[in-house]
């Protein structure tokens, strides 16, 4: 046997997933900002396979024809299961693809997003340090019921997989189970899914009573045991809730061992492409969505929510601030509690302290945005943009009505509406001279009884 031989891998993505109770294909539906599709095949694309083969349904066939599944970037050829007649059927809508393939074939399932290439790659390696034709992944579970049951020889070697609902009383009591990976040398995978026989409860071929036919055919097998929880799959939104919890785990674990502080690890979510940091500190119910990116040295304070987002150095966020996409932070720019950002670069030492909205704009080094202030991006039809110069410094409750150009170290008033453009160094403030008189308040409030009463008493 050599030490090594091409692997090609056939990711089953056909599903239904009548139990999830959605319109929407159970392999599309996200864990950590990344679909359970997505997540099987990146696992994958880490063994660098010479043939990665989808199997698709109906529901996913035009997305697979147009390139635009999750992650099909990494998939050299796809297939469509119209007729979902089992698993064993499913891996047989490959054969075209691999008929002429070599070494082995690893079949995985697109709603187990849990399996790491790791985990895989040891799978792999093993079978070939054993020689065997045939390897499955199994578990050792306390709770076995749900699960087919592996059935070893003498020698511990699978002799079948035989599923729950056609188990014997005896069978159910074991508790080795199938994990549902599988790799088969290649050369004889399709003539054995071509033996397989519909003759089970649910009249289906099984992928699974290719370990009996192996044996039968005098092939040798080999039970390859993984952590149950990487094999865990999601067949509802119970399940998918799961899955989420444990790749949560997972990449709390990875950021705080990269040097990253999370106060409260268990109130912080993820995302799969998240990047913090060493340095960071991450205070509770923070929420991190695709595309973010945080430097070193940063407080992210409780409450905040990112999307799409690259903040750079020592930078301080909230409480309670957003930064949705299309933002970027400077070295050192302070973001306040309930301000929001969106598609806008604030420069080295910008500061919006508080309760501020920054959309479409670029705000230069060292500028001040008082609280209240807005930038005025939309006119119901276009979104425009706002410059803010370099130390200019923006009154509270100010207006920005873009297109419009606050030059550098210029002043806005308080309560301002700037609707034209502001030159360097100037002063600009738009709110109505204030009048005051004296005495005033109680006629006023006399008048308003006077017309109460004379309401109450029907003078209209």
């Not at 499913?90 to 691999?98: E, G, P, T, Y």
């Not at 995985?108 to 340090?129: G, K, N």
């Not at 409750?397 to 301002?416: E, K, W």
Request: glycine share 12%.
């Amino acid at each position: 046997m050599a030490a090594s031989a091409p692997l090609n891998v056939v990711i089953l993505a056909a599903g239904k997933g009548t139990r999830m109770r959605s319109a929407r294909p159970k392999v599309l539906h996200e864990a950590a900002g990344l679909p359970l599709l997505a997540w099987v095949i990146r696992a994958a694309q880490g063994l660098k396979p010479e043939h990665l083969h989808l199997v698709v349904g109906p529901e996913t066939e035009t997305d697979a024809a147009q390139g635009t599944l999750p992650g099909q970037d990494a998939v050299t050829s796809w297939s469509v299961q119209a007729e979902r007649k089992g698993t064993g059927h499913a891996v047989a809508q490959a054969k075209d693809a691999l008929q002429g393939a070599t070494g082995y074939t690893l079949v995985l399932y697109a709603d187990t997003p849990l399996v790491t290439t790791q985990a895989l790659a040891e799978l792999v390696a093993d079978t070939l340090a054993d020689g065997a034709d045939l390897a499955l992944s199994t578990f050792e579970t306390g709770q076995p019921a749900g699960y087919g049951r592996v059935i070893l020889d003498a020698e511990g070697r699978p002799s079948a997989i035989v599923e729950e609902r056609d188990a014997t009383a005896e069978q159910r009591a074991l508790t080795l189970c199938n994990g549902g990976l599988m790799l088969v040398r290649n050369a004889v995978l399709f003539d054995l899914l071509g033996q397989l026989r519909a003759d089970n409860a649910a009249g289906e071929l099984y992928m699974t009573d290719v370990v009996a036919l192996a044996r039968e055919a005098g092939l040798k097998t080999r039970a390859a045991e993984l952590e149950q929880a990487l094999l865990a799959g999601v067949n509802s939104r119970a399940d998918l809730a799961a899955v989420e919890a444990q790749l949560q785990q997972r990449l709390r674990a990875a950021v705080m061992e990269a040097g990253v502080t999370l106060i409260a690890p268990e109130t912080v979510t993820l995302c799969h492409d998240t990047v913090i940091g060493a340095d960071t500190v991450v205070e509770p119910n923070v929420f991190f969505g695709p595309g973010v990116s945080i430097g070193t040295g940063c407080r992210l304070r409780a409450g905040s929510y990112f999307e799409g987002a690259s903040v750079g150095e020592g930078v301080i966020i909230g409480p309670m601030a957003r930064l949705r996409e299309g933002s970027q932070l400077d070295q050192g720019v302070k973001v306040g509690n309930f301000v929001e950002i969106k598609k806008a670069h604030l420069a080295a030492g910008a500061k919006a302290p508080h309760l501020t909205y920054v959309g479409d704009a670029k705000v230069g080094e060292r500028a001040n945005l008082g609280a209240g202030t807005i930038t005025c991006n939309y006119d119901g039809v276009n979104k425009h943009q706002t410059t803010i110069g370099p130390g200019a410094f923006i009154g509270s409750n100010a207006a920005l009505v873009a297109p419009v150009s606050i030059g550098a170290g210029a002043i806005v008033g308080a309560c301002s509406t700037v609707t034209e453009d502001v030159a360097d160094d100037a002063i600009i403030t738009t709110r109505a001279p204030a009048r005051l008189k004296a005495g005033a308040a109680e006629r006023y409030r006399n008048r308003l009884r006077q017309l109460k009463a004379r309401r109450e008493n029907g003078g209209g």
